[in-house]
């Protein structure tokens, strides 16, 4: 049973696009996005709405309407990826765990610096939608759904969900000795490494390739 969730609860938004990417980006979603930074901020009194925005970055397969194949040949007729960067704000309900999001995204390719990630700018989009974060806000289960619409270079909306996976550990030792494992001599003892949960339950390590200097991110998935 997952008794601690190490990151907030954190929420937003998609894409981004290059053109060579790591063969695990092509996973069954349709896209695959990781949360770099977020600010956050609690408004209101009697139902507090817990207001953030986010960078994220991440691949798209080839083909979806985040990769359009004709997009992707006058770039790199070789590449099976692309490379997406997205803003995306949210503002849900404490006391529902519902609200809703929107946000901006780019595909970019290589430009000015190879050895960086994807910087130059080959199309633009938006996306809106609404977020159900309930089981993470109210019961602590370290994920949320969203429902959305996305449009690239003012083309036509494309319906899409997405599944976000906030990184979480669990206690190695019982729980009323956690607080003294902790303030012991071995912390790093006490508590799993961080770690995502799979649709069915069962949980998979975040990998060194998904954390950002260091910290796990949270995972977005999209599928068309």
Do not use: W
Not at 31 to 39: D, F, G, I, S, W
């Amino acid at each position: 049973m997952i008794t601690q969730i190490r990151a907030a609860v954190i929420l937003l938004l998609l894409f981004a696009v290059g053109l060579a990417a790591p063969g695990y980006a092509v996973a069954e979603p349709g896209a695959k996005l990781y949360e770099l930074t977020e600010n956050m901020s609690l408004k209101g009194k009697n139902n507090v709405f817990r207001r953030a925005t986010s960078e994220l970055a991440g691949f798209a397969k080839l083909g979806t309407p985040l990769c359009p194949e004709e997009l992707v040949k006058q770039f790199n007729p070789d590449a099976t990826f692309c490379f997406l960067n997205a803003t995306g704000s949210d503002n849900i309900s404490l006391r529902t765990g519902l609200g809703t999001f929107n946000g901006t995204f780019t595909v970019v390719v290589q430009g000015d610096n190879a050895v960086d990630s994807p910087e130059l700018v080959v199309a633009r989009g938006n996306f809106d939608g609404l977020m159900d974060f309930s089981p993470a806000i109210l019961r602590m289960t370290p994920f949320g759904t969203v429902k959305g619409h996305l449009t690239l270079d003012g083309g036509n909306a494309t319906p899409f969900t997405g599944i976000f996976r906030l990184p979480f550990v669990v206690p190695l030792v019982l729980e009323a000795d956690l607080r003294a494992c902790l303030a012991g001599s071995n912390p790093e003892t006490c508590l799993s490494p961080a770690l995502y949960l799979n649709d069915d339950g069962s949980t998979a390590l975040v990998r060194e390739d998904e954390k950002a200097l260091g910290y796990p991110t949270v995972r977005f998935e999209i599928s068309f």
